[in-house]
């Protein structure tokens, strides 16, 4: 099967055809924005120094490296996803205000990011989690860096990004999620499995 | 009575060579899983043939690879750095441990490079070196009698370290309560913490003993027990029943939920049962080093590493 490749800027039709659990792979920007570019953004209304539409936002903070003799470039050393759920409070909203396009991050995300997705034909995606020299490899090029103030792990880093994947679609543009899908399954099993065990927990004699 | 080795090394002498062994020790951990660890995965990716929990294993072993070939560490979340220190009241640097623990991971996060991790509380600024207030944490247990140091470096990602919880239950809440959190905070939490995970749990009185155990049963090799013939029962009730989860590699579903399920416990209160969860992530970064009193070391952790 040959690899489905996006390119970015994304537009509305390379999303609508994508399901829950597909395997896709990116070409072109990836942009980092976790915590804290969140909040600024959303609670803090400051305005992105970074234009996001179209593009794919990564839950992400790397280990990147100066590199020598050079006044601001970087190399990217280690560059795993971080848990999407933190993002979840403010998704909803970073969605629309910045026309991002693709998440990228690890993890389920919950229903206001999912309504959001459906709402702006946008698409959560998860990376294996902590394989992080795998994702480094398929970065061509650390562009620039923005907001170095909140420190590496929180900054925005402009990445140029080939065939970076697998990236697993987890939330799609009509708004199915694959972690709640999950979940169900995993709380159903859960109830049978804790009522099993605590017939053997009664140790008082 | 001075070994042969201490005699060779003056204490300035045996403080940088510690500091040393320390600061690449630290930045090994980043790179290389516990041989235990490596072992485990290679058994629950052998048992998966879903699509999905294909993809997400040949990513982690891929991933391991290029971290070995490109010197790298594997995962971007190098922690917050925990040292768990076993040191004998007669180990020539006993007075400047915690000193030394801190040069040491100055040192490491230039040298590995680690990722900056440790963000001054109520300044909110990311100190950029890993050292903040109390920052290395340090446990401390002093053996009697003894010349050497036996020293666990953990590194605490965040996104394993996000399930964690404690609380105290009425005692009538029973065990059965203990395994109720456990179940509940690993189908919601537990799933995105980069599963397959190894879950610990501390039993005791108050919280702080809770959380502190369950911390160090993460700390055990994968595999071993609980050393009452029921706490052992009980981990293996809880790792079935969680494996039985099926939540997979990744929270994305496959054979297995976990790595193991260890509990460690402390005698408690009559009127309470303290509970404390810690999950560690499929890159599992816990390894332990003997330094003996000429500042030889052995890798308990990874055999044979060259550190």
């Known amino acids: 099967m040959s690899k489905r490749i996006l390119t970015t800027p994304i537009k509305d039709a390379d999303l609508e055809s994508l399901h829950i659990g597909d395997i896709i792979y990116l070409n072109g920007y990836l942009i980092t924005g976790r915590d804290d570019v969140h909040q600024r953004l959303i609670k803090q209304n400051k305005e992105l120094p970074v234009d996001l539409a179209g593009l794919a936002v990564f839950h992400a903070g790397p280990i990147m490296q100066k590199i020598e003799g050079t006044e601001d470039k970087y190399r990217v050393i280690s560059i795993g996803p971080t848990t999407s759920m933190r993002m979840e409070k403010y998704e909803k909203d970073f969605i629309p205000r910045t026309g991002v396009k693709i998440i990228v991050g690890k993890g389920g995300m919950g229903a206001d990011t999912a309504q959001a997705c459906k709402e702006h034909k946008a698409i959560h995606t998860v990376f294996p989690g902590g394989c992080a020299v795998l994702a480094a490899k398929c970065v061509e090029e650390v562009e620039r860096v923005e907001w170095l103030d909140l420190g590496m792990p929180e900054a925005m880093w402009v990445m140029r990004v080939k065939e970076f994947g697998p990236l697993i679609v987890s939330i799609d543009t009509l708004g199915n999620n694959l972690f709640e899908n999950n979940k169900k399954q995993f709380n159903l099993r859960k109830d049978l499995m804790v009522e099993d065990i605590c017939q053997y927990v009664d140790y008082l004699g | ?307």
């Open chain 2, 1 to 307: 009575m001075k070994s042969i080795g201490e005699g060779l090394m003056n204490r300035a002498e045996q403080r940088e060579k510690f500091i040393d062994i320390m600061a690449r020790f630290t930045v090994y951990t980043g790179k290389y899983l516990p041989d235990d660890v490596h072992a485990k995965l290679k058994e629950l990716r052998e048992k998966e043939d879903s699509a999905l929990a294909t993809i997400v294993y040949d990513a982690m072993f891929e991933d391991l690879k290029l971290a070995n070939e490109l010197d790298r560490p594997l995962c971007q979340d190098t922690g917050v750095i925990q040292y768990f220190v076993q040191v004998g009241t007669r180990f020539p640097l006993i007075n400047q441990i915690e000193d030394c623990l801190i040069e040491a991971v100055k040192k490491a996060t230039c040298l590995g490079p680690l990722r900056h991790n440790a963000v001054e509380v109520f300044d909110e600024k990311n100190t950029g070196n890993n050292v903040g207030k109390r920052i290395p944490w340090i446990d401390w247990e002093i053996v009697p009698d003894n010349d050497e140091a036996t020293i666990y470096v953990y590194m605490a990602g965040g996104g394993c370290s996000l399930p964690g919880i404690a609380k105290v239950l009425m005692p009538l809440e029973g065990y059965e309560g203990v395994v109720k959190m456990v179940f509940d905070q690993i189908t919601s939490y537990g799933i995105n913490a980069c599963p397959p995970l190894l879950v610990g749990i501390g039993i005791a009185g108050s919280v702080e003993v809770a959380s502190k155990l369950s911390k160090k049963a993460l700390l055990r090799p994968i595999g071993s027990k609980n050393s009452n013939p029921r706490g052992a029962e009980l981990e293996a009730r809880i790792e079935a029943g969680l494996n039985a989860l099926k939540i997979g590699p990744g929270g994305l579903t496959g054979e297995n939920s976990v790595m193991g399920v260890h509990i460690e416990e402390a005698a408690r209160h009559p009127a309470t049962i303290a509970v404390g969860l810690s999950t560690g992530c499929w890159a599992h970064r816990r390894a332990v080093i003997k330094i003996n009193a000429a500042m030889e070391y052995e890798t308990i952790s990874h055999k044979g590493a060259k550190i």
